[in-house]
């Protein structure tokens, strides 16, 4: 026997890619495609497991794979919380040995390809923009938790952006700036109010478009004296505006773009040619919760640019 301490573990099977197509009208020729990528993740009595190779509480790893494809055919997928939640609700309730279940999906947009000619819709293009993301937590002790969020959605104001006034030390060469690009790659998580996840109502794509709308418009909006403000702007703005969100937390990469010195070829650089470098990156990350939540978004997930 070992002397050592079995900590925190879970097991389940990662990166199940599911695609579901729904077809309606009366004819079902309008078709509805869902793209997906569902990882699930088990905790509960597990010690024998791991110290005995006693199997007795194991629910295999392929059952949890084959349960994500036969859910999606008996439930469908109205959303990723939603799919998540009927999933997570389910493992812990249907085995005495899972005390807490967590499901991870992202999503992967599509875009129907409109031709007017023709009354069938089954064509799209992926769109090239963000990931969708979602983890739902459930646990026999405390209950339902819905992190929402997005990731590899990147934006740039080509002006409006100024960064001055900061500490100047022996090693900094960095010159103010005051008018420069401010480009970043969004990850954003967004924690849901547990009335929201209790009700079997809520309209999770509907409260995603806000949330995603509404942070754009701030970055949009916002002059910024730094990428910390306009973090700062963006997630205050959710807050504002969506009800059911009770905490945000972002993680922006300062995508620097420099002015390229054309001296060299006897050319005025007018804030006009920028070299884009892809590393290495200011990292800015932050977390924006209403008075009196207690925040529950990991702060340590290594997020690169
Ligand atoms: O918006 C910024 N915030 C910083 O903290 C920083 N540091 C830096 O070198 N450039 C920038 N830009």
Known sequence: MSN???AQNQYGKAENRIVTVTRKGDD?????????NVSVALRGEYR???????NGNCLPTDTTKNTVYAFAKEHGVDSPEAF???????????????HEAQIRIEEYAWERISVPSRKEQH?????????????????ETTGLQVLSGLKELTVMNSTNSEFHGFIKDRYTTLREAYDRILATKVTARWANSASAAADAEHDWDASYGKVRRHMLEAFAETYSYSLQQTLHAMADRVLDHVST???VRLNLPNKHHFLVDLEPFGLKNDNEVYFAADRMYGLIE????????????ATSDWITA
């Open 28 to 36: 079902g020729a309008w078709h509805e495609i869902r793209d997906l």
């Open 245 to 247: 969100v009770n905490e």
């Open 286 to 297: 932050g977390t924006i919760h209403r008075q009196g939540v207690q925040p529950v978004i």
């Open 84 to 98: 998540g939640i009927l999933l997570a609700r389910h493992f812990v309730s249907s085995q005495k040995v899972i």
């Open 4 to 6: 050592h301490v079995l």
């Open 123 to 139: 064509s799209f293009a992926r769109k090239g923009q963000e990931v969708r993301t979602a983890q739902i937590t459930y646990s």
């Open 48 to 54: 024998d497991v791991h110290l005995t190779g006693d």
